[in-house]
């Protein structure tokens, strides 16, 4: 009887993780699919660098995935 | 006892190599990511522990699950919903995004990114700590305080919801939204049907009348029994 019950937690332990890493995987390949970096993220990259600005490897946090929009616009 | 202590300082020492070699690393949205899909499981989680945990309270005549089995499933999945409640806070302090500090993640409406509706979700994870803590206190505590304090765990519920429709950018996918819906309508009408059945149940002992007619019908059903045989 106890055996049984481990077995069940255990499904349940297993399948909550790998829930999360499928979601998580979901969810990347999803917004890298739908979040090609609009015009305006890029221009303001290759403004800054023409103007002399010092180059920041921060491209990756100016893409523009829904996501993110969204979180830029709420907050 | 003591094969335990060199297992106990390679952990920490792979804890310390770890967070040494992570700190400061830019995990981009990875973070983002798992966040919000444990956020997700540990929603799924914590509907699947309030509907069993409702079942029981209910005492059917004839449980699906044996009473054993689901107080002890019941139990277990409030320990694997705060597990994925803290993944899915913790993580955050990785997001290269909006980096959460850890005064942010354990104090309510303190985050920088939308500080009301995560704030919700903070309140929610510090009532489910003490709707699961209070399971090795109720010997300490008595059933019937424990069993009251136990209501919390509908609060918990409802906030969970209210920061998941509010704070979730998921609550538009269809497959999110719908899992939200059907949660919500097996929630409330087995509570539903638990609060009806309760007084189904008490309303014959309230009232000795009725209760007599009950124990009646219930002798005459008894009697026919062997005619019908």
């Given at each position: 009887m106890a055996a049984s019950h481990s077995r069940i937690k255990a499904g349940l332990a297993i399948g909550a993780g790998t829930a999360v890493i499928w979601g998580s995987l979901y969810f990347s390949s999803n917004q890298s699919a739908a979040s090609s970096p609009t015009p305006s993220a890029e221009t303001t990259t290759?403004?800054?660098?023409?103007?002399?600005?010092?180059?920041?490897?921060?491209?990756?946090?100016?893409?523009?995935?829904?996501?993110?929009?969204?979180?830029?616009?709420?907050? | 006892m003591r094969a335990y202590v060199p297992a106990a300082v390679a952990v920490f020492l792979g804890g310390m190599i770890t967070s040494a070699t992570l700190?400061?690393?830019?995990?981009?949205?990875?973070?983002?990511?798992?966040?919000?899909?444990?956020?997700?499981?540990?929603?799924?989680?914590?509907?699947?522990?309030?509907i069993l945990g409702l079942t029981i309270s209910t005492k059917s005549p004839k449980p699906v699950i044996p009473r054993g089995l689901a107080f002890d499933l019941h139990q277990f999945l409030s320990i694997l919903t705060l597990t994925l409640v803290g993944a899915h806070a913790g993580i955050l302090m990785f997001d290269g995004f909006t980096p959460f500090s850890p005064l942010a993640i354990v104090m309510?409406?303190?985050?920088?990114?939308?500080?009301?509706?995560?704030?919700?979700?903070?309140?929610?994870?510090?009532?489910?700590?003490?709707?699961?803590?209070?399971?090795w206190l109720r010997r300490r505590i008595g059933q019937r305080a424990w069993r009251r304090f136990h209501y919390v765990s509908f609060a918990?519920?409802?906030?969970?919801?209210?920061?998941?429709?509010?704070?979730?950018?998921?609550?538009?996918?269809?497959q999110v939204h719908w899992a939200y819906?059907?949660?919500?309508?097996?929630?409330?009408?087995?509570?539903?049907?638990?609060?009806?059945?309760?007084?189904?149940?008490?309303?014959?002992?309230?009232?000795?009348?009725?209760?007599s007619g009950a124990a009646a019908s219930e002798a005459a059903r008894l009697t026919s029994r062997p005619a019908s045989r």
């Open positions: 290759s403004t800054s660098t023409t103007l002399g600005a010092p180059s920041q490897p921060n491209t990756t946090k100016q893409t523009a995935s829904p996501s993110n929009v969204r979180r830029t616009r709420r907050s | 700190n400061g690393a830019d995990f981009g949205h990875i973070p983002w990511y798992m966040s919000r899909a444990s956020g997700i499981v540990a929603f799924g989680l914590l509907s699947l522990s309030v309510p409406f303190a985050a920088p990114w939308e500080p009301l509706v995560t704030g919700l979700g903070t309140i929610t994870a510090w009532l489910l700590v003490a709707v699961t803590a209070s399971f918990a519920y409802l906030l969970s919801l209210l920061h998941g429709l509010t704070a979730g950018p998921d609550t538009g996918v269809p819906v059907l949660s919500a309508a097996t929630v409330a009408g087995l509570l539903t049907y638990r609060i009806s059945f309760r007084s189904g149940v008490r309303t014959p002992a309230a009232s000795p009348p009725r209760r």
